[in-house]
């Protein structure tokens, strides 16, 4: 069991750190701690999903709580039924992008509310080890189910401004998409690939932001004939896109372009995070929005969204989180936008992101280091003290003419790097000179 509670879910391998009796117990240890009565249980296509769900299912209503098991379903789903079904809590079975052998659990609160390891998972695992649950009901609850694709089609096909017909390829990556873009049918047309859900993911990993798995959908795209393609990951959280070329964009690109979507039909706040570039703040105030800034992790992202009314947040990593999705993600909510945008301005995708590619971005470079991780943000700290210092996450400093953020790894001796400039020459310098500092030994 060590190990497996983490910062933003409960995940591990199956079999080995996650069995079907720790899944009852955090069933137990869920509803003890957060005294819900109603939970929706939704579950991803790993083999494995089945036992887990059986076990924590008896936990939870032999604690008194009712089930509402919504079957295989994309995370978003799951955070949808969470907000119109009644529900005072929810939990997803998956492990996301992770190989086949791994599976856990991601926990919300009524609403989509995410539970994290500072608010809530700590808390339930010392349950689970303490076997601290509160006394067994009387009368246990009851497992029901129920279907929400027709009550989530329809809340995504309000969001659709399409001046013509949309045709795209997708990757389903053989994970939950195929559930994701049920809700898409009748806005859009698209070819797939790897649409047979299978839970051993056979083709490759199912993670856009390894752009080594999006190969096979640029050369799709590349055959002509899509307005742009998106990949999805392993629970459909999380999407990637390739321009009509099956160029690949950034994920704080796809930020700026959803942003002005929204943005075109009511003002308010939209969040981006940290490690995004320059271009992302200066097109959602080009728009008539308050850019924000956020720190990384989807439940710090939400929190703030929550704070302050804001209408969408995206993360480098290819959440997209929407006001009118519970502040949660939706995939389909993401791809709908985009084709919005393609349609709305009548230019094809890479011309309406070639103007913001003005920028140079080093990406995440992530160093293993033998030194203590917080020496080396001391280090950087004094070292950068005449830049504009704040601390959001990890160290940032911003300069006229480039910044940098450093952040440590909260589970293992890992420092993360992202740097952007306004030349390539001074990015590479700038980058070379940081990681030099990062890496030193002493």
Same mark, same amino acid.
């Given at each position: 069991?060590?190990?497996?509670?983490?910062?933003?879910?409960?995940?591990?391998?199956?079999?080995?750190?996650?069995?079907?009796?720790?899944?009852? =117990?955090?069933?137990?240890?869920?509803?003890?701690?957060?005294?819900?009565?109603?939970?929706?249980?939704?579950?991803?296509?790993?083999?494995? !999903? %089945?036992?887990?769900?059986? $076990?924590?299912? =008896?936990?939870?209503? /032999?604690?008194?709580?009712?089930?509402?098991?919504?079957?295989?379903?994309?995370?978003?789903?799951?955070?949808?039924?969470?907000?119109?079904?009644?529900?005072?809590? !929810?939990?997803?079975?998956?492990? !996301?992008?992770?190989?086949?052998?791994?599976?856990?659990?991601?926990?919300?609160?009524?609403?989509? /509310?995410?539970?994290?390891?500072?608010?809530?998972?700590?808390?339930?695992?010392?349950?689970?080890?303490? %076997?601290?649950?509160?006394?067994?009901? *009387?009368?246990?609850?009851?497992?029901?189910?129920?279907?929400?694709?027709?009550?989530?089609?329809?809340?995504?096909?309000?969001?659709?401004?399409?001046?013509?017909?949309?045709?795209?390829?997708?990757?389903?990556?053989?994970?939950?998409?195929?559930?994701?873009?049920?809700?898409?049918?009748?806005?859009?047309?698209?070819?797939?690939?790897? &649409?047979?859900? *299978?839970?051993?993911?056979?083709?490759? &990993?199912?993670?856009?932001?390894?752009?080594? #798995?999006?190969?096979?959908?640029?050369?799709?795209?590349?055959?002509?004939?899509?307005?742009?393609?998106?990949?999805?990951?392993?629970?459909?959280?999380?999407?990637?896109?390739?321009?009509?070329?099956?160029?690949?964009?950034?994920?704080?690109?796809? #930020?700026?372009?959803?942003?002005?979507?929204?943005?075109?039909?009511?003002?308010?706040?939209?969040?981006?995070?940290?490690?995004?570039?320059?271009?992302?703040?200066?097109?959602?105030?080009?728009?008539?929005?308050?850019?924000?800034?956020?720190?990384?992790?989807?439940?710090?992202?939400?929190?703030?969204? @929550? /704070?302050?009314?804001?209408?969408?947040?995206?993360?480098? !990593?290819?959440?997209?989180?929407?006001? *009118?999705?519970?502040?949660?993600?939706?995939?389909?909510?993401?791809?709908? $936008?985009?084709?919005?945008?393609?349609?709305?301005?009548?230019?094809?995708?890479?011309?309406?992101?070639?103007?913001?590619?003005?920028?140079?971005?080093?990406? %995440?470079?992530?160093?293993?280091?033998?030194?203590?991780?917080?020496?080396?943000?001391?280090?950087?700290?004094?070292?950068?003290?005449?830049?504009?210092?704040?601390?959001?996450?990890?160290?940032?400093? &911003?300069?006229?003419?480039?910044?940098?953020?450093?952040?440590?790894?909260? #589970?293992?001796?890992?420092? =993360?790097?992202?740097?952007?400039?306004?030349?390539?020459?001074?990015? &590479?310098?700038? @980058?070379?000179?940081?990681?030099?500092?990062?890496?030193?030994?002493?």
């Amino acid at each position: 069991m060590a190990g497996i509670f983490k910062a933003y879910d409960i995940r591990g391998i199956y079999g080995k750190d996650l069995t079907d009796e720790i899944a009852y =117990r955090i069933g137990r240890a869920f509803v003890t701690f957060v005294g819900c009565k109603r939970v929706v249980v939704a579950r991803d296509i790993r083999p494995h !999903s %089945e036992p887990l769900f059986a $076990a924590l299912a =008896r936990g939870i209503t /032999e604690q008194g709580a009712d089930v509402i098991d919504i079957g295989h379903a994309s995370t978003p789903m799951s955070y949808f039924a969470n907000g119109t079904l009644g529900a005072d809590a !929810s939990v997803m079975i998956t492990a !996301s992008h992770n190989p086949p052998e791994w599976n856990g659990f991601k926990l919300c609160r009524a609403n989509a /509310e995410a539970i994290s390891g500072a608010k809530g998972i700590m808390d339930i695992e010392m349950i689970v080890s303490e %076997e601290a649950f509160a006394p067994k009901a *009387d009368v246990p609850g009851t497992i029901t189910q129920a279907d929400v694709r027709t009550g989530y089609a329809a809340h995504i096909a309000q969001f659709a401004r399409l001046s013509g017909p949309v045709h795209i390829a997708i990757d389903f990556a053989n994970g939950m998409g195929f559930k994701e873009a049920e809700t898409l049918k009748g806005l859009l047309t698209w070819d797939g690939l790897y &649409e047979e859900p *299978d839970g051993t993911f056979p083709n490759h &990993e199912a993670n856009p932001l390894e752009t080594k #798995t999006l190969v096979d959908l640029q050369a799709k795209v590349r055959g002509g004939g899509y307005a742009f393609g998106a990949a999805y990951d392993g629970d459909a959280d999380r999407v990637g896109f390739v321009d009509e070329k099956g160029e690949v964009i950034s994920m704080d690109l796809i #930020t700026a372009l959803i942003a002005q979507d929204v943005l075109a039909t009511r003002k308010g706040v939209i969040f981006y995070d940290l490690r995004s570039s320059w271009v992302v703040k200066e097109v959602i105030a080009a728009a008539g929005g308050t850019p924000m800034m956020s720190r990384v992790g989807h439940a710090f992202i939400k929190q703030q969204m @929550r /704070e302050h009314d804001a209408l969408f947040a995206g993360e480098l !990593s290819g959440h997209y989180y929407f006001k *009118d999705n519970f502040t949660a993600e939706s995939a389909a909510m993401a791809i709908l $936008a985009i084709a919005n945008i393609v349609t709305r301005a009548g230019k094809p995708l890479s011309e309406l992101v070639a103007p913001m590619r003005k920028y140079f971005a080093s990406g %995440e470079i992530n160093s293993h280091v033998s030194r203590d991780p917080k020496g080396i943000l001391d280090d950087i700290r004094a070292a950068y003290a005449n830049g504009r210092v704040f601390e959001l996450d990890g160290v940032s400093v &911003e300069y006229a003419d480039w910044w940098f953020n450093v952040r440590c790894s909260n #589970t293992e001796p890992l420092v =993360r790097l992202n740097l952007e400039a306004k030349t390539q020459a001074q990015m &590479e310098a700038k @980058r070379d000179e940081l990681l030099a500092v990062i890496r030193r030994e002493k």
